[in-house]
């Protein structure tokens, strides 16, 4: 694993360097495999992000992306409806995703219509599979995968404690808040991307990093610390959260 950590000075510093990293994998990705696939994160830090993405230029110049070749999935899900206030899918194509060219079928949102979670993340699961084309027992790499982290040191929808974090032989399983169900990633699907890149803002965030980050600490209290993908791993920071991880 390659790690780096990048301290910015703030929000608006940590969103040019997220969408500067992501238009860096989608060139690589593009000319290497011939398409990009991104896993999207749900809250409010990577909005400006999203929003950023219709007018981001390609390849250094003020050229289009190609958004044919751009493919999105979404690495955790509340188990609401698409059109629910709640909705990553629905923030993501408010934010993007219906302000661009980019054909329906290249997006690829998360089942919540399903008789049940369990049912909605098997789909999910399959659906996975069959665009990879992977049915052996390696499991198939994202070219990025978002992230965010919350207080507790949650990420995706893999809460401290929780049945979610046991889950290793499967791609998406059901995580579980305040007993809301939520569909998610699990964290070795997650470990199988090429590059999963942590967004983190705000000074409430601190004391939960200081625990991601230190030699010793209990993974299942702090899911994040589960995240350690066997391609690159970077965790972009503004300054009131990573201000004690500067060096």
């Known amino acids: 694993m390659n790690k780096t950590v990048e301290v910015l000075p703030d929000q608006p510093a ?7 990293l992501i238009l860096s994998k989608l060139e690589t990705a593009i000319e290497e495999r011939g398409r990009f696939t991104i896993a999207l994160s749900g ?14 230029g390609y390849a250094g110049a003020n050229q289009k992306l190609p958004w044919d070749k751009i493919h999105i999935f979404w690495g955790d899900e509340r188990y609401v409806p698409a059109d629910h206030p709640d909705s990553n899918e629905l923030m993501a194509r408010r934010a993007w995703l219906d302000r ?8 690829h949102p998360v089942p919540t219509l399903e008789a049940n979670p369990e049912l909605a993340a098997a789909k999910y699961e399959q659906q996975l599979k069959e665009f990879f084309n992977s049915s052996g027992v390696e499991f198939p790499s994202l070219d990025v995968v ?5 207080d507790d040191a949650h990420t ?16 998406v399983t059901v995580g579980n808040k305040d007993a809301n169900p939520r569909i998610t990633f699990t964290y070795p699907f997650i470990n199988s991307a090429r590059s999963v ?8 965030k601190r004391p ?4 991601v980050f230190a030699p010793v600490a209990d993974d299942f209290t702090y899911p994040s610390r589960l995240i350690q993908p066997q391609g690159e791993l970077w965790w972009l920071l503004d300054a009131a959260a990573g201000l004690e991880l500067q060096h």
């Open 146 to 150: 978002l992230l965010g982290m919350g």
């Open 100 to 107: 661009v060219d980019i054909p329906a079928a290249n997006i």
């Open 43 to 56: 809250g409010s830090t990577p909005k400006p992000l999203y929003e950023a993405m219709p007018t981001a």
């Open 208 to 211: 939960a990093l200081a625990q």
């Open 14 to 20: 940590l969103v040019a360097r997220a969408l500067e």
């Open 197 to 204: 890149i942590f967004v983190v803002a705000g000074a409430n």
């Open 156 to 171: 995706a929808s893999l809460f401290p404690h929780t049945e979610a974090l046991k889950v290793s032989d499967r791609l």
